[in-house]
């Protein structure tokens, strides 16, 4: 999942949840600055962003 500035793996609430890790400050502080609500972003950044991690056209 990505929000445009972070990304992160579906799995990350699975492995908070049960090993009681914290997610990194510089995310929280992020996520706390956008109320906690990711925005939604446009088909285009979603490809561009799909380009920038190498991920393979479908």
Do not use: K
């Not at 950044?45 to 799909?50: A, G, P, Q, T, V």
Request: hydrophobic fraction near 45%; charged fraction near 30%.
């Amino acid at each position: 999942m990505t929000d445009g500035a972070w990304l992160w793996a579906l799995a990350w609430e699975d492995y908070i949840e049960y090993h009681r890790a914290a997610p990194p400050i510089d995310f929280m502080n992020h996520a706390e600055q956008y109320d906690w609500v990711a925005p939604e972003l446009s088909e285009q950044r979603l490809i561009d962003l799909e380009r920038h991690l190498g991920m393979p056209d479908d």
